[in-house]
């Protein structure tokens, strides 16, 4: 059933506001023990939570709501100048708990569905993003064990390998600011820990100069602010 979309209609949803079509795609992990258990509760009134889509270990894809209305998954947070992330964003949950690897049919599923998604909504690949990356004091998903690197391959993401060895915090910070990340509302080392989470997620210690090469690559290739949404 890769790539089947499934309708399970969920109440929790409202609509875009000031005027605002997707722009962003942001991914998710459900950190609940199956697919199912996720879906009833983001079609659950009382949760308030949703999303756009929920894709199975399998590969199934349930879809629950229309892409053109707003879905609750993002919270709050921001990513370049966009504040109001779930206006501007398709969210996706994928089933994991945020430890396991994520399977290849679903990997193969999200690759499908995101590439219809971008091409309906023109999105370009650095506009997709983590749940991490727009609110990285709260969240980690999709954590980990997903593969970014693979997904950016694909032209449905974006990546870095630079390599370097000068360490400058200020320089670091600057460059994660055009990048996307909310400089003033996190602590330095949130910012850190978020930029690592998706794109060393085996990195650990204080600030190194792969960090600030690749983060001075990513900002360099992918400003936000060039592109046209606000908040």
């Keep these: 059933m890769t790539g089947t979309v499934l309708s399970c209609p969920s109440p929790n949803h409202g609509p875009r506001r000031d005027g605002a079509r997707p722009d962003l795609i942001v991914l998710h992990h459900t950190a609940m023990t199956s697919a199912e258990a996720a879906l009833e509760r983001l079609c659950d009134p009382a949760a308030e939570v949703s999303a756009h889509y929920l894709v199975s270990e399998r590969g199934v894809i349930w879809g629950m709501m229309p892409e053109e209305l707003r879905a609750w998954h993002a919270g709050t947070g921001r990513w370049g100048r966009v504040s109001?992330?779930?206006?501007?964003?398709?969210?996706?949950?994928?089933?994991?708990?945020?430890?396991?690897?994520?399977?290849?049919?679903?990997?193969?599923?999200?690759?499908?569905?995101?590439?219809?998604?971008?091409?309906?909504?023109?999105?370009?690949?650095?506009?997709?993003?983590?749940?991490?990356?727009?609110?990285?004091?709260?969240?980690?998903?999709?954590?980990?064990?997903?593969?970014w690197r693979g997904l950016a391959r694909d032209g449905l993401s974006v990546w870095s390998d630079a390599a370097g060895e000068g360490v400058n915090w200020g320089a670091f910070l600057r460059d994660a600011g055009r990048f996307g990340y909310a400089i003033g509302d996190n602590a330095p080392e949130t910012v850190l820990g978020a930029f690592r989470l998706r794109f060393r997620p085996h990195a650990s210690g204080p600030l190194d100069g792969t960090d600030c090469a690749r983060m001075a690559d990513l900002a360099a290739r992918f400003p936000v602010d060039r592109m046209p949404p606000s908040a």
């Design 84 to 147: 109001d992330v779930n206006s501007h964003s398709i969210g996706i949950e994928l089933a994991n708990t945020g430890v396991h690897p994520y399977p290849a049919p679903q990997i193969a599923a999200l690759r499908s569905l995101m590439a219809g998604i971008m091409a309906r909504w023109s999105i370009p690949p650095a506009r997709v993003i983590a749940h991490s990356d727009m609110a990285p004091a709260r969240k980690s998903d999709p954590g980990p064990r997903f593969d």
